[in-house]
């Protein structure tokens, strides 16, 4: 710890706190048995040699060391940092929400809230009627009557690109052009990945939430055999249904105020412990914090007794 005097102030420089690192991490090739020591940059995250250097670590004096503030993440001998908070970066599988932002040759660019667009090629996607086949020169020209700049679509990574970039699809009727329902965004790291992203709720509406921070609020889930392309912009959703989506916005966004992971279940113990309340007073601060703190109790208690 070092002090220096500038023009009368005093400062303390300090250099970040150390941790003990584990004389060694446990070698095995599940993700799940990762060791969960958190680091901040400058921590040592292995003392012994042997480990592969990951991204985020570098090797000083033979030691690894931390470059990311996150928790140690080991495969078989390679060692990696995860950082708390960053940009989705995508996964084969993932289920994403996007909006297209440009129509190319062939191709769709979606915004998914990485770092580069993603792309849904024309041979990728389900014609109107769910018609399976080679795609035409006429198909290419009528791109924009499928989708077109500002749609909302829902997607399944198919690809990940060498430069990052995801490659998309849409050939299950499951996904394709959303129409009517609101839509949340939130820290893509909020995001419990799970088996199924698509959830009916019992409260009588529908999301789907998407891997990169994407939530999207509906009256129903559809599996539309044109594939989504004809919408009915026109139908009117009843008082009672808006209400309720309503309300499971608001429960949204206040999880992810409080950083809490958001997945299904969470989504419906915030909506029911909610019921006391009118859905304006989730934006109230103090009524916000109570909330996801009940959540977090009622979270803990269900895996505890899952436990006994």
Known sequence: RNMATLAGIRVDISSPPSSAAPAALELSGDRDNASDQFVIPGNAVSTTTGFMRGHGTFTRDGELIATLAGSVQQVNRLITVKPVKSRYNGEVGDVVVGR???????????????????????????????????????DELMMRDYLKEGDLISAEVQQVQHDGSLQLHTRNL??????????????????KRRKAHFHSLPCGA????????????????????????????????????????????????????HCVAIYDTTIMAAFELSANHKASDLLNAAVATEIASLVVRKIRAEATEEEL
Do not use: F
């Open 206 to 257: 529908a999301v789907v939430i998407g891997c990169n921070g994407h939530v999207w609020i509906a009256p129903e889930l559809r599996e539309d055999a044109d594939g989504g392309y004809n919408q009915d912009l026109e139908e009117v959703i009843s008082l009672e249904t808006r209400s309720i989506m309503a309300r499971l916005s608001g429960c949204v966004r206040l999880l992810a105020a």
């Open 174 to 191: 499951k996904y394709g052009k959303l129409a009517q329902g609101i839509s949340v965004q939130v820290p893509s790291y909020l995001i």
């Open 100 to 138: 297209v932002v440009d129509v190319q040759q062939k191709r769709w660019k979606v915004d998914t809230s990485s770092r580069l667009d993603s792309s849904l090629l024309l041979s990728s996607v389900n014609l109107p009627g769910g018609e399976l086949r080679r795609k035409s020169v006429e």
